[in-house]
C-alpha cells in the first residue's frame, strides 16, 4: 500500500530532551512537509523539502531541524530549544514542481508528542 | 490579520441537514482552493479542490469560491453523523519554490442522529 508513515503514534520525553519524529513515504513524492497542529490553531508549517539535501524553514523552524537524505524519509527533530514542543506533529508530501497544480499534500496519520 | 480566517465552531447539525463551511482570505495571490477533512486524531485528508472562482460539486459535497468577495464555501447535503470531523480550508499561490499552502484553524463538525 502506497502511503505515508509516521511513527511513533504516541511519544512521551522528559524536559531538555531532543526528539526525533520519523516520516516515510512511498509515493516517489519530491517534495516532504512537517507541520504543528495545536488546539485552536490550525496547521503551521515547521520545514518543508522540494528535493533531497534541500529544506526550507516553514513559519515556525525555531527550536526544530530536519534533514533529507533520502527521497522517501523527512524525519524531524524537536530540540531543547523549542519552548512549547508539546503538540501533534504531522508530516505530508506532495508531487512538488514535478507534478504541477494541484499539488496535492498527502498526510500521514501523525505523531502526539507529550513533554512532561 | 492572519491570511486565511476559519470560523473555529463547534457547529452542531441534526442528521440530514445543509451544512455551509466558511473561509475568507486576505491574499488575493491565493488561485487553488482546497478543503481537508480531520478525524480525530488523523491525518488530514484531501475532500476537495478548485482553481479560481466557480462552483465543483462531488457527491453531496459542494465547493464554492468567490474570488471577488475572497470567500470559499463547503456545502454538504444530506449530512451524516460519519460526516463529523475538522474541515479545514487551505489555499495555495504558486511561489518560487514551489506551492505555498496556507490552511485556515478548521471548523469542528458535529452530526446528531
Known amino acids: 500500500d502506497g502511503g505515508i508513515t509516521q511513527s511513533p503514534k504516541y511519544l512521551f520525553r522528559k524536559e531538555g530532551q531532543n526528539v526525533t519524529l520519523s516520516c516515510e513515504q512511498n509515493?516517489?513524492?519530491?517534495?516532504m512537509y512537517w507541520y504543528r497542529q495545536d488546539p485552536g490553531q490550525g496547521l503551521r508549517l515547521i520545514y518543508y523539502s522540494q528535493i533531497v539535501n534541500d529544506f526550507q524553514k516553514g513559519d515556525i523552524a525555531e527550536g526544530y531541524s530536519v534533514s533529507r537524505e533520502k527521497k522517501e524519509s523527512f524525519p524531524l527533530t524537536v530540540t531543547s530549544a523549542q519552548k512549547n514542543p508539546t503538540a501533534f506533529y504531522l508530516c505530508?508530501?506532495?508531487?512538488?514542481?514535478?507534478?504541477?497544480?494541484?499539488?496535492?499534500?498527502?498526510f500521514g496519520p501523525g505523531t502526539r508528542l507529550t513533554v512532561l | 490579520q492572519k491570511e486565511v480566517e476559519q470560523d473555529p465552531g463547534p457547529l452542531s447539525v441534526p442528521e440530514g441537514a445543509i451544512v455551509s463551511l466558511n473561509c475568507t482570505y486576505s491574499?488575493?495571490?491565493?488561485?487553488?482552493f482546497m478543503w481537508y477533512r480531520q478525524y480525530s486524531r488523523k491525518g488530514p485528508e484531501l475532500l476537495m479542490y478548485?482553481?479560481?472562482?466557480g462552483n465543483k460539486e462531488d457527491g453531496r459535497f459542494t465547493a464554492q469560491v468567490d474570488k471577488s468577495s475572497k470567500y470559499i464555501s463547503l456545502f454538504i447535503r444530506d449530512s451524516q453523523p460519519s460526516d463529523s470531523a475538522t474541515y479545514l480550508c487551505?489555499?495555495?499561490?504558486?511561489?518560487?519554490?514551489?506551492?505555498?499552502?496556507?490552511f485556515g484553524k478548521g471548523t469542528s463538525l458535529l452530526v446528531t442522529p
Open positions: 509515493l516517489n513524492h519530491d517534495a
Open positions: 478548485t482553481y479560481s472562482s
Open positions: 505530508a508530501s506532495s508531487a512538488g514542481l514535478a507534478g504541477g497544480w494541484p499539488d496535492t499534500q498527502y
Open positions: 491574499n488575493s495571490a491565493f488561485q487553488y
Open positions: 487551505a489555499m495555495s499561490a504558486v511561489i518560487n519554490s514551489g506551492y505555498a499552502l496556507n
